[in-house]
């Protein structure tokens, strides 16, 4: 691991300074993903600037109807929350469903978020890799590919991300609060929070440099079925092959978004609207314009068929 | 008051191949760049305390608390398997939660109270975790022991504090202790010698004999 210096900081005011005091400095919260790519020496940030005591530990009601998620509140305590379990099964179900109980309790809602790839050629520093080093270009479209992405992917990049909660926020219209250097707030939709590769893979988030997170924002309860299935290559512990977030109302209609096959929780809002005519509808809409690698061709009729899986649990 | 050692210095420095490296005196809260060339390193003075013992010491600040814990406190208990969080051997109590210690940096844990297996029971006085996964043959090579049974022991106040699981039926209703639900929870240890029929056992017996 390459040296950094450290430092602590107790509010958002004296974080976004640090930050801004110090060229490539990174925060730090849970650490889980950063210090892992720190070993590896893919992240290599010369300042840490530790968060945890900055208070944003807690969930609290909108004036709306909804809930304000602090961005350190942890995967376990968000998961175990009274008010998400009962209004927000899905997203419960979905933290549930991602790392081992030892991560979920060091994991942060914001950290889960910014969490990045899993392809094994973005962690393999002998090759090349655009989101590792911008130009050097991807191993994967060649190599092997099996848990990659099928859609909207590039030439320069098809690694998906990998969190479970993000598609349950995605599938729930979440906002990301967050504030920048000059104390600046702005409110993202969760739509527009991640982006797709195009040519630059390495900028993976519309953050700006120093923006810090603060919380996430769940609209008023919607009520349905809330379903998150996730197919993966061992019953517990493992990456999504894919998986499928979805709140079913009684007719039939709904909403629908899935992980493990983009570089972002995919919805298409046209999908929804298939979703009641059945899974093979709503998955032809998801994945319209698919680009399958002959590796991972197999995650388009896995998506149709847990679609339908899920449609039919909906329904029981 | 335990220092860092000197022995362990030398060897970090060897291994990223620095030549002498003079540490920063200690500023709490913040450390400032080696003005020098080439690898540095920066050290930082934490106070944590661990198994009840307060102990005040400088490190590196890239030392993972799992470091602090083996190369600086000398309580190899607690053991490295893979370093990236994916096997669970390094498993400790921090704060009355289990965490991968090897993802965790030390100056991270300021103020904080870790338990490592040596704090959980001792060879004449064991923990009833300790004592079942003896008397179930819980091990074969006893690597992953120690984090199975901090992972267990943690894991246990979990299902009582109501934290529901991926195999959770109902979010609304009370947690039960089944094979399934001991299985997925404990999936973040991994026994390469595959006791794990032996180790639902050894967890199964404590948390029945709990209530």
Redesign the interface.
């Known amino acids: 691991m390459k040296a950094f210096t450290y430092e602590r900081v107790s509010s958002p005011a004296q974080a976004a300074a640090a930050i801004a005091r110090h060229p490539g400095a990174k925060f730090i919260a849970g650490g889980t993903n950063l210090l892992d790519l720190m070993k590896l020496q893919i992240e290599t940030p010369a300042h840490l600037v530790d968060i945890n005591s900055l208070k944003l530990d807690r969930i609290e009601p909108t004036p709306e109807g909804g809930l304000r998620i602090g961005a350190l509140m942890r995967n376990t305590d968000l998961a175990a929350d009274e008010r998400i379990r009962r209004d927000y099964g899905v997203l419960s179900r979905a933290l549930l469903a991602g790392a081992s109980g030892q991560l979920r309790n060091r994991a942060t809602t914001a950290g889960n978020l910014l969490q990045r790839t899993r392809c094994p050629y973005f962690y393999d520093t002998s090759q090349p890799c655009n989101k590792r080093e911008p130009g050097s270009g991807c191993s994967a479209l060649d190599g092997v590919s099996r848990q990659l992405g099928i859609i909207g992917v590039s030439e320069a990049c098809i690694a998906t991300h990998p969190s479970d909660m993000a598609v349950a926020m995605r599938v729930l219209d979440a906002t990301v609060e967050t504030v920048d250097a000059g104390g600046a707030t702005r409110a993202i939709p969760i739509a527009e929070f991640h982006r797709l590769p195009g040519d630059t893979p390495h900028i993976e988030t519309v953050l700006e440099p120093g923006e810090l997170i603060t919380a996430v924002t769940l609209p008023p309860p919607v009520g349905g079925k809330q379903i998150y299935r996730k197919v993966r290559d061992r019953a517990s512990y493992a990456f999504a092959l894919i998986s499928v977030a979805a709140i079913v109302q009684q007719d039939g209609t709904g909403r629908v978004a899935l992980g493990g096959v983009a570089h972002k929780p995919w919805r298409i809002e046209a999908a929804d609207a298939e979703l009641s005519r059945g899974a093979k509808a709503a998955a032809e809409a998801l994945l319209a314009g698919a680009k399958p690698t002959p590796d991972n061709a197999f995650k388009r009729p896995l998506v149709e068929r847990t679609l339908a899986a899920v449609l039919t649990e909906a329904r029981a | 008051m335990v220092g860092s050692d000197d022995v362990d210095l030398n060897r970090r420095d060897l291994m990223?191949g620095a030549g002498a490296c003079a540490a920063l005196p200690a500023l709490p809260?913040?450390?400032?760049?080696?003005p020098e060339s080439g690898?540095?390193?920066?050290e930082?003075q934490i106070s944590l305390k661990v198994n009840g013992q307060s102990h005040t010491l400088n490190v590196?600040?890239?030392t993972?608390l799992l470091d602090l814990l083996r190369e600086n406190l000398h309580l190899t208990g607690t053991k490295k398997g893979c370093?990236?969080?994916q096997c669970?051997a390094c498993?400790v109590i921090v704060d009355g939660?289990?965490?991968?210690s090897c993802?965790?940096?030390a100056?991270?844990h300021?103020g904080g109270e870790i338990t490592t297996i040596e704090g959980l029971g001792q060879p004449d006085n064991l923990h009833p975790m300790q004592e079942a996964f003896i008397k179930h043959d819980g091990y074969q090579c006893g690597y992953c022991t120690p984090g199975q049974i901090c992972?267990s022991v943690a894991?246990l106040e979990?299902i009582k504090?109501?934290?529901?699981?991926?195999v959770?039926a109902d979010?609304?209703a009370p947690v039960h202790l089944t094979e399934s639900e001991l299985?997925?929870?404990?999936?973040?240890?991994i026994c390469r010698c595959g006791a794990y029929s032996n180790i639902v056992e050894a967890i199964t017996e404590v948390a029945e004999r709990q209530g």
């Open positions: 990223v809260g913040a450390a400032m760049a080696q690898e540095r390193t920066v930082l590196d600040t890239r993972s370093d990236h969080g669970g498993t939660r289990r965490i991968n993802l965790t940096l100056v991270m300021e992972s894991m979990e504090a109501g934290i529901p699981s991926h959770t979010l609304l299985r997925e929870r404990m999936s973040g240890n």
